[in-house]
């Protein structure tokens, strides 16, 4: 039963540290956590390598033009609500996993784990 639940301990544990999504990025000495403001992380971790803007659709809020909640079986197109958020990809070089740090608003709300850098 210990050899089960050490093996169980030691799986979760390793999802949890391979996991896509992440709460926090380690800039040499210094973290940032999903919260922190453009300006800390810059000043944390230096430029990102790469920025784009990209736009988010919240299809929860798309309304027909009349005004109602839109239904799949409508036949009036949709307006819906768009948000524009910043990516930024550091890339901490080839022995450590590249990131995506996704901005609404300014405000850092997902620090996305990506393949090795180069």
């Known amino acids: 039963m210990i050899k089960k639940t050490g093996k169980l301990l030691i799986l ?3 999802l949890f540290i391979f996991s896509e999504q992440v709460l926090a990025l380690r800039c040499g000495h210094r973290i940032v956590d999903v919260g922190a403001n453009k300006s800390k992380v810059i000043s944390r971790c230096g430029q990102p390598l790469y920025v784009e803007t990209r736009e988010k659709k919240y ?19 949709p307006v819906c609500r768009y948000e524009i ?25 997902d620090i996305i784990l990506l393949d090795y850098g180069e």
Do not use: A
């Not at 299809?59 to 197109?77: E, F």
């Open 12 to 14: 979760v544990s390793f």
């Open 85 to 109: 958020i910043e990516v930024w990809t550091y890339n901490f070089g080839q022995h450590k996993f590249m990131r995506e740090l996704i901005f609404q608003k300014g405000v850092l709300t």
């Open 59 to 77: 299809p929860l809020y798309c309304v027909d033009r009349l005004g109602d909640r839109y239904q799949q079986n409508h036949s009036i197109d």
